[in-house]
């Protein structure tokens, strides 16, 4: 997975104003730096990050995506697009799969939702590749529409995030049990006897 959707670190501004009233000692969690916070990541696992300062690089090009694409034989996925020119670009560029995604909006948050760039980015690949999608997912209606409007599968993370700190895996496991039943529920309601009948019919996006 290649993620493109978040270049530069992001403008969380209910983390900074909370930190006005946060006097804990982050070290007694984490230590501080680049290199401590990647120990934390498997994938890092001896290498020299000493050096490094940083995850984000905003000078990434197409080219860096064709040097990705011959120095491995796995699936490449590119994480990000969320319109026509760069799905199609994705496409050319030999992508395996694109996950629509904005990054949860952290980043930049005043522009379409990625539900609503679905329709334009599964239109573009044209059923070449497979089409995922993230963002905003927090009820088992909005796997139906995503579904719907196109997407091969759908991606979710803060839901089952509360759920882990909440209660643990159990909470996990409860949380994935929520929205399996209420996307059940909707596929009963709409007639729909299984995932590959759901299509875009069962959407309106534009009400008249």
Not at 65 to 77: E, I, S
Not at 103 to 117: K, Q, Y
Not at 142 to 158: E, P
Not at 165 to 186: D, H, I, K, N, S
Request: charged share 25%; net charge neutral.
């Amino acid at each position: 997975m290649f993620t493109v959707d978040l270049h530069e670190n992001s403008n969380r501004e209910t983390q900074f104003r909370s930190r006005r009233f946060d006097d804990r000692d982050c070290s007694l969690c984490h230590e501080p730096g680049f290199a401590a916070y990647v120990s934390r990541k498997p994938m890092f696992d001896g290498l020299d990050v000493s050096k490094v300062t940083g995850l984000y690089a905003s000078s990434l090009t197409w080219d860096f995506v064709n040097r990705l694409r011959d120095a491995t034989k796995m699936k490449l996925l590119i994480k990000g697009i969320v319109t026509r020119e760069d799905a199609q670009l994705a496409v050319e560029h030999g992508a395996d799969g694109i996950v629509v995604s904005n990054h949860g909006g952290r980043a930049e948050e005043t522009l379409r939702s990625t539900i609503e760039s679905l329709p334009e980015v599964v239109g573009a690949v044209k059923g070449k590749i497979p089409v995922l999608i993230d963002g905003g997912v927090r009820r088992g209606t909005d796997i139906f529409k995503a579904l719907a409007l196109g997407a091969t599968a759908v991606g979710i993370g803060r839901p089952y995030a509360w759920g882990l700190a909440a209660f643990g895996q159990p909470g996990v496991e409860a949380v994935l049990g929520v929205l399996r039943r209420e996307f059940e529920t909707m596929m009963r309601e709409t007639g729909a006897p299984s995932v590959p009948s759901i299509t875009h019919a069962f959407v309106a996006e534009h009400w008249g």
